[in-house]
């Protein structure tokens, strides 16, 4: 049965000489394409001429004319081959490819990632990270991404959540709403507009309930991004529950300044997500293993500034 069917299955060498000469129409033309002699050509053409039991070429003294069924089999041999070179390739690059799709937080990645990447890609020189902006939960497999860092519960189906940080949140606002806006007690602020974060819908009132405050509640702007809420802060709109660590900058200029003092551990926290599927996946991998490291350096400085 098997040599029944190789009967129906010519080599890729005769193949591409009969789609050489095809095209070109002159077995000597085929012969320079493929630097092959005009007799390797010859030789594959009646082999494969042979093998099918049919006249594909039509020889006369001006030189070769395909036949009516060598025409017909011009067309298919010439899509088939075409598609074997774009499957091989893809085959290569998948073999070799040292690409991370890499999703990111906006400005999680600008403020804490990016300073940081210097240090990964000097110690992984093969990897290039291609960086996405997702926020939220997403198809790893219709993403085509590799890993993402997420905000929020280790809950997405499908994937390995690697927790990588908590964050201190504090409410801050502007020198001049703070003026106009006096907090003299936490309550205070129940009145004032109180910013909302999509990715972080209880956040208010986890901070109240912290200070033993029932019903406390944002129910000001709500914003997709931080950076978008920093803008309004500084534009002294309201007030905005924001990582201490992702706005030491403003903080440390005096263009934010904390509305009340308490900090509080927000009950998100930061995780690198990796979907099942690219767990062996080695550029992943090794930036798994190069963040967490970063991440307790992190911690480690931050403990030292408490002290």
């Not at 004319?65 to 085959?91: C, M, Q, V």
């Not at 944002?218 to 309201?238: K, P, T």
């Not at 062996?280 to 930036?287: K, V």
Request: with cysteine.
């Amino acid at each position: 049965m098997l040599t029944h069917q190789r009967r129906f299955l010519p080599s890729t060498s005769a193949l591409a000489a009969f789609d050489s000469v095809a095209k070109l129409g002159s077995f000597s033309a085929a012969a320079n394409e493929l630097n092959l002699t005009q007799g390797a050509i010859s030789r594959q053409i009646s082999l494969l001429e042979d093998q099918l039991g049919v006249k594909l070429f039509d020889r006369n003294n001006r030189g070769v004319e395909l036949t009516g069924i060598g025409r017909d089999y011009a067309k298919g041999i010439g899509d088939a081959l075409a598609t074997i070179r774009t499957l091989s390739l893809e085959a290569m690059a998948k073999a070799e490819d040292t690409h991370l799709r890499l999703a990111i937080l906006p400005t999680f990645g600008t403020r804490w990632l990016m300073p940081r990447i210097p240090d990964f890609l000097q110690k992984n020189p093969s990897i290039i990270i291609d960086f996405a902006t997702r926020i939220g939960q997403f198809d790893f497999e219709a993403s085509g991404l590799d890993a993402a860092i997420h905000i929020g519960e280790p809950n997405w189906p499908g994937t390995d959540c690697q927790f990588l940080m908590q964050e201190m949140v504090v409410p801050v606002c502007s020198p001049a709403f703070l003026h106009d806006h006096p907090v003299s007690t936490p309550e205070d602020m129940l009145s004032m507009p109180l910013f909302d974060m999509a990715s972080r819908p209880r956040a208010w009132e986890h901070w109240f309930a912290s200070l033993g405050i029932a019903n406390g509640r944002g129910g000001g702007m709500r914003f997709e991004q931080f950076s978008n809420v920093v803008q309004a802060c500084l534009a002294g709109l309201g007030i905005a529950l924001v990582p201490t660590f992702l706005i030491e900058p403003e903080l440390a200029s005096g263009q934010l300044v904390r509305a009340w003092k308490h900090e509080v551990k927000s009950a998100s926290a930061y995780y690198l997500v990796r979907p099942l599927s690219k767990m062996a996946y080695l550029p992943a991998t090794a930036f798994s293993n190069w963040l967490l490291a970063q991440v307790r350096e992190f911690n480690t400085s931050q403990d030292r500034s408490a002290d």
